[in-house]
């Protein structure tokens, strides 16, 4: 297998504090891979890096075995990197359809065309309805994504990030803000996407987490404390001391 | 009503876009009286068709259009008074290239900025052009304004009359072209990703969208806009006041167009019409109640009406709708 | 050489007072903007009616000068209240768009009102006899009512200063600024927080005005006349600072000054194109919190 993802000695200091300190990470194309520890550990952070989002103190990002450390988001985006975010960060005046369709569109480097009408590029929308279809959303499809319910947001968000057809997908908390019982139907969605894909999934949910990873990396304070199968994880005497801070809650 | 650039709605033009068309031949023909006003009213749609387009579609939010709008009309105005250059398309080309020059230079500039910081900048521009208008006496007229202005006949053969007919005419065309390509704009991916990015630009650069050149764009087709809007003025009026550049006049601009609706074109028609045809009426003879009547309207649209005259229609129509479906037993939630 | 320093030492002076005007009117701009995210472009307003209140207080009603300032900031200030409780609270998590048509719309309408009952005329500022005269420092001589504005404003300044840096409000204000979210979570009323402080701030614009309605003539077209110099104080001071703007209102309020002395061709323009170039180097103004 070979590594899509990587990062060398990753660092970030805000002033003083250390939210990244020399993280080693490394993801295989086609891995289903999670990445957990407390609140504060330096997971978002972390996530941001990757994305361009944020710019590391030092250290250095590849992707796809490119040094991708000073490119753009955007640039980013176009070598295959695509992420969700833990909050919703869709288009809510837009009808769902519209809101896969504009990502379809700028993979497609058309977004910009300015004279043809875009209704009239029917092999985008085409695509933007297959991919709802096969996320289960093909009857919300002209429906206002305000009026649509939190759950099934999330899955659009989903959508929107795979329109871009990535390498690698980031995924921030996918089950943020779902009620527990529909969660389920987000693991249907994750366990159908396509099996090329590599994914570092960051979710709380620890029956989430170890019924979609193979394998699973843990950050505490910004550095990499463990990393192994979900067998591994389970076992070992240091996590559940890492864990007992926040499992009274 | 809405118009915006989607993936699943068809641009076809509808039989009731064709009314303002219709109704602006109309009057040519029915209220020969008020040409010169509605010359005006014409330019002042165009103009708010232009900001409508970055206010109300790309969602930067300036108050300094009146710079474009400004500059198209001195452009024309001093071409010909202290150019010579009589030739009006000419003098629209040159507006149209100046305002393209200012917008993109900067537009580059503060389109990086946002919120307090980007209104700021686009006030001062526009300052700074105000200011220019009014010291360089001798190229703009300053405070007097600029006189002695001629415009040779269209094409050669369509003399620009005492009665406003022949820029009536004009306006009326101009803004047809304007309106189309704005409209196509708005229709074409281009314009849905702008869409997008008023919606949320965070998420349009995550999915590698390319936001400042976006904006950059709109920006500056929107300015090219304000000043075909400007030279326009100029050729009516023959003449070029300061006020073109000012606050107030900026100000007014964004009433109309709030009055009518943003971000769906056709507010920035319904806009104008309603404001200008009261002004005309009962400016001249209530001017302290006028602007009171303005203020107070504007705090009420804003507070109840967030989409204008335009929101308030398809509020009614969708009442109405309801009560059908209702009808059918089948109640959106 | 004696001319040059002359002019020098009176543009410094004019700037000064000019700048205490500015400071005093904006301030509080600068604060209800970075805390509550409003974007308020009638803040002008405020100043104005602080700037008719005294010529009415003390033209009609024979109230003497300091009461008539007195007047000018509790009355503009108590009126602010109404305005925020009935209007302003509505938009505060509504778009920049609505809130700057909205307090355009004010704007509007103030200036409507203050031409029905003042007329266009600019108002004329009868000062007592003690503020008339020239004050000697060091063989000059200097406007008493110029010295009295740097004064009170120096005064005021420090008030304010230690007010928010001591005071419990203060602190409460500072952390709204820093994170509303957060101080709300540690029980601050933070609707009670905005409403004092639009109070403070309209009420200290009020008092501006009024103080220098010799300097900045009050008159209708006044809230949109000098609105880009309110928003030149804040944006280049610094969204919610006390600082920033000070700073700002002195360095403009001289430069302008000096401007008009020395190139009154070029009028406001390079004020303006300084503060593009300025805001182009440090969006967040000079003292503000850079993204």
């Keep these: 297998m070979s590594v899509v993802l990587e990062t060398r000695s990753l660092c970030k200091r805000f002033g003083a504090l250390t939210v990244a300190d020399h993280i080693d990470f490394q993801l295989q194309a086609g891995a289903r891979h999670a990445l957990i520890g407390p609140n504060g550990a330096g997971k978002t952070t972390f996530v941001n890096m990757l994305t361009g989002r944020l710019a590391p103190t030092s250290g250095r990002i590849f992707l796809g075995g490119e040094d991708v450390s000073t490119l753009s988001q955007r640039e980013r985006v176009r070598r295959g990197l695509g992420r969700t975010f833990q909050i919703n960060s869709l288009f809510r005046g837009l009808s769902v359809v519209d809101n896969v369709a504009l990502a379809v569109a700028e993979r497609r480097g058309m977004g910009g065309r300015l004279f043809r009408s875009a209704s009239s590029y029917a092999d985008v929308r085409d695509e933007a309805m297959a991919l709802l279809a096969s996320l289960g959303l093909a009857e919300d499809a002209q429906v206002n994504l305000a009026n649509l319910a939190y759950g099934k947001q999330r899955l659009v968000e989903i959508a929107i990030t795979l329109a871009m057809k990535p390498r690698v997908l980031l995924l921030d908390e996918p089950a943020a803000g779902v009620p527990s019982i529909e969660t389920h139907r987000i693991l249907d969605v994750l366990d159908a996407l396509p099996a090329e894909i590599g994914i570092l999934i960051i979710e709380h949910d620890m029956d989430l987490v170890f019924r979609f990873a193979k394998r699973i990396t843990i950050l505490v304070n910004g550095a990499t404390l463990l990393e192994g199968t979900p067998e591994e994880i389970a076992a070992d005497p240091r996590v559940r001391e890492v864990y007992l801070g926040e499992r009274h809650d | 009503m809405r118009h915006n650039g989607s993936y699943s709605a068809s641009p076809r033009i509808g039989l009731i876009e064709w009314l303002p068309w219709l109704l602006g031949v109309a009057a040519f023909f029915y209220l020969p009286e008020y040409l010169s006003l509605g010359a005006r009213i014409l330019v002042y749609i165009l103009y708010a068709l232009s900001v409508d387009l970055v206010v109300g579609y790309a969602g930067i939010v300036t108050l300094g259009h009146s710079a474009f709008f400004g500059l198209g009309a001195y452009a024309a105005g001093i071409l010909s008074a202290k150019v010579g250059v009589t030739d009006p398309m000419l003098q629209m080309l040159v507006a149209i290239a100046s305002c393209a020059l200012l917008g993109a230079a900067t537009g580059a500039l503060i389109l990086r900025t946002r919120g307090l910081t980007l209104l700021m900048l686009t006030l001062a521009i526009a300052a700074i052009l105000l200011e220019v208008a009014n010291k360089a006496t001798s190229i703009t007229g300053g405070a007097d304004g600029l006189s002695g202005i001629t415009v040779a006949p269209i094409f050669g053969l369509f003399r620009f009359d005492l009665f406003g007919k022949t820029a009536y005419w004009m306006c009326l065309v101009v803004l047809f072209i304007c309106w189309w390509i704005t409209r196509r704009i708005i229709y074409s991916p281009f314009g849905a990703s702008l869409v997008g990015i008023r919606e949320n630009h965070v998420r349009m650069a995550s999915i590698g969208s390319p936001v400042s050149m976006r904006l950059l764009t709109a920006y500056t087709l929107s300015a090219m806009l304000a000043g075909v809007a400007g030279a326009l003025l100029t050729q009516t009026n023959q003449f070029v006041g300061l006020n073109v550049l000012s606050f107030e006049s900026a100000g007014e601009l964004l009433v109309m167009l709030i009055l009518g609706g943003v971000g769906r074109i056709y507010g920035a028609f319904v806009g104008p019409i309603v404001y200008m045809i009261a002004q005309d009426q009962l400016a001249k003879q209530f001017p302290e109640y006028w602007s009171l009547g303005i203020g107070v309207l504007l705090v009420a649209i804003v507070l109840f009406a967030r989409g204008g005259l335009l929101g308030i229609v398809d509020l009614v129509v969708a009442h109405a709708k309801r009560g059908k479906s209702a009808f059918a037993g089948k109640e959106a939630p | ?291």
């Excluded at chain 3, 266009?120 to 060091?138: A, R």
């Excluded at chain 3, 957060?182 to 927080?193: F, K, N």
């Excluded at chain 3, 700073?247 to 390079?270: H, M, N, R, S």
Aim: hydrophobic letters at 55%; one cysteine or more.
């Design chain 3, 1 to 291: 050489m004696q001319e040059l320093i002359a002019s020098l030492v009176s543009v410094a002076f004019h700037g000064t007072a000019y700048g205490m005007i500015l400071y005093v009117i904006s301030v509080g701009l600068s604060v209800t903007m970075g805390l509550m995210g409003f974007a308020n472009l009638a803040h002008g307003v405020f100043a104005m009616a602080g700037g008719y209140l005294l010529t009415t207080a003390m033209d009609s009603w024979g109230v003497p000068f300091p009461l008539a300032l007195v007047i000018s900031f509790v009355l503009v200030a108590l009126g602010s209240v109404v305005l925020e409780r009935l209007l302003y609270a509505r938009l505060y998590s509504a778009g920049e768009l609505a809130q700057v048509l909205f307090t355009i719309g004010l704007i509007f309408i103030a200036t409507a009102v203050a031409r029905l009952i003042y007329g266009t005329l600019q108002q004329p500022v009868h000062l007592p006899e003690y503020m008339k005269g020239q004050f000697s420092l060091l063989g000059r001589d200097f406007p008493t009512y110029r010295v009295f504005i740097i004064l009170f404003g120096a005064a005021l300044v420090s008030a304010l200063w230690f007010g928010v840096e001591r005071t419990r409000f203060g602190a409460m204000v500072r952390a709204a600024v820093d994170n509303r979210a957060m101080a709300q979570s540690v029980g601050i009323d933070t609707q009670m927080l905005f409403m004092a402080t639009f109070a403070l701030g309209s009420g200290l614009a009020g008092l501006g005005g009024a103080l220098g309605a010799e300097i900045i003539a009050i008159q209708p077209s006044y809230p949109f006349e000098h609105l880009i110099y309110f928003l030149i104080v804040v944006a280049v001071g610094g969204l919610g600072s006390l600082r920033g703007p000070f700073v700002a209102a002195l360095v403009i309020g001289i430069a302008d000054t000096a401007c008009k002395y020395w190139v009154p061709e070029f009028g406001a323009f390079l004020i303006y194109v300084a503060t593009i170039l300025l805001l182009l180097w440090r969006p967040a103004g000079l003292f503000g919190r850079q993204a």
